[in-house]
């Protein structure tokens, strides 16, 4: 895989991250779980516009999920006994994740991420791609009749970015126009009724235009990194996607500490939630572009490529002859959130 490809998944993970974190900073605050107060992540009743409910709550997880499976895909393929290391490397995301939600927030995704990938990435490993593509269609099919939680779509979410590796459809992510241009429409005719519905009050159709916008979104910034905005994409998105699994966990530490000092966050209106998470992702974008001028990966992906490999990955970075830019060695991949292949896929030197 080519490492203009490498960047653009890195870039959706920190379009993703944005989204997410405007999405958790409520629930972070006091203490709740994303998952159970949908609508309510931007302000109080009345406050606002209802339009930013339907642009951000729960349209970025699908995203994250997607990458994850995308990851898992791109893992198991590139080395030798991918399935015991991948194995590890959940089992470490579930260590992590319990901590989290154990220590800060009920409302961490990682936990269910690390069960649902033993439980259903890892058999179905072992399915040719199609029985894989059927199951992937059975359990998001499922979810949507089953209710209107995240988690219920979480499977079917993973294995899509799996499927969608098997197929070579992210070998095709570069210079690719027409296809993600007719999703892009697609998307956004089909979203539309289903978000009026929402509004409506109609709860089965809550995760379903969760999931068409959120396809748009992918599809959208997928066309605009073909245009001249894409190195201000990348330049202001990738470092927060490379460093995805530290800043995840960093904006739960943060918004808890910022609700110390402004309290009352049942009250905290649209604007203060935007301010917040907007504050939250700045300092995140600065630390990890300073970081990863030294450093190959961020220090929780580095612990938790240690722990997958069971060996201790390097750090710092090599440096270009003559003090010039960092270079990753061969090998080297940060995939955030999602496992990256230790051998065959490098990033640019």
């Known amino acids: ?59 970025f997880y699908p995203i994250f999920a997607v990458l994850f499976g995308v990851g898992f895909e791109l893992l198991l393929r590139s080395a030798a006994g ?17 901590v989290h939600l154990t220590l800060l927030w009920p409302g961490d995704v990682l936990t269910a991420y690390a069960l649902f990938g033993l439980v259903v990435l890892v058999p179905a490993s ?13 359990l998001i099919v499922a979810a949507l009749g089953l209710g209107t939680g995240f988690h219920l779509l979480i499977p079917g979410l993973l ?34 009724p289903f978000a009026w519905l929402q509004v409506a009050g109609e709860g089965y159709a809550y995760p379903i235009a969760g999931l068409l916008i959120a396809g748009a979104y992918g599809c959208g910034l997928l066309l605009l990194l073909g245009t001249p905005v894409r190195g201000v994409l990348t330049a202001a998105l990738a470092p927060l996607g490379r460093m995805a699994l530290t800043n995840y966990l960093a904006t739960t530490v943060l918004v808890l500490a910022i609700s110390l000092l402004v309290p009352g966050s049942d009250g905290w209106g649209t604007g203060t939630v935007l301010a917040i998470a907007g504050s939250v992702l700045v300092l ?19 612990g938790w490529r240690w722990v997958t490999w069971w060996r201790r990955p390097p750090l710092r970075v090599d440096r270009a002859a003559g003090g010039g830019a960092a270079r990753p060695s061969a090998g080297e991949t940060v995939h955030g959130l999602v496992p990256g292949p230790g051998g065959r896929v490098e990033r640019a030197r």
């Open 1 to 59: 895989m080519s490492s203009t490809r490498i960047r653009a998944l890195d870039v959706i993970r920190g379009f993703a991250l944005c989204g997410i974190t405007v999405a958790n900073v409520k629930p972070i605050a006091h203490r709740g779980s994303v998952f159970e107060s949908a609508g309510t992540v931007l302000g109080p009743p009345g406050d606002g516009v209802p339009w930013l409910h339907l642009l951000v709550d729960q349209r």
């Open 82 to 98: 991918a399935r015991r290391v991948l194995v590890r490397r959940l089992l470490a995301l579930l260590v992590i994740g319990l």
């Open 126 to 138: 072992w399915l040719p791609r199609a029985g894989a593509a059927v199951l992937c269609a059975v």
């Open 159 to 192: 294995l899509l970015g799996s499927v969608l590796a098997r197929c070579g459809v992210v070998d095709r992510l570069e210079g690719a126009v027409r296809v993600p241009s007719l999703l892009l429409a697609g998307f956004v005719v089909l979203a539309a």
């Open 284 to 302: 995140e974008w600065g630390w990890s572009t300073l970081w990863l001028r030294w450093f190959r990966q961020g220090p929780l992906e580095w």
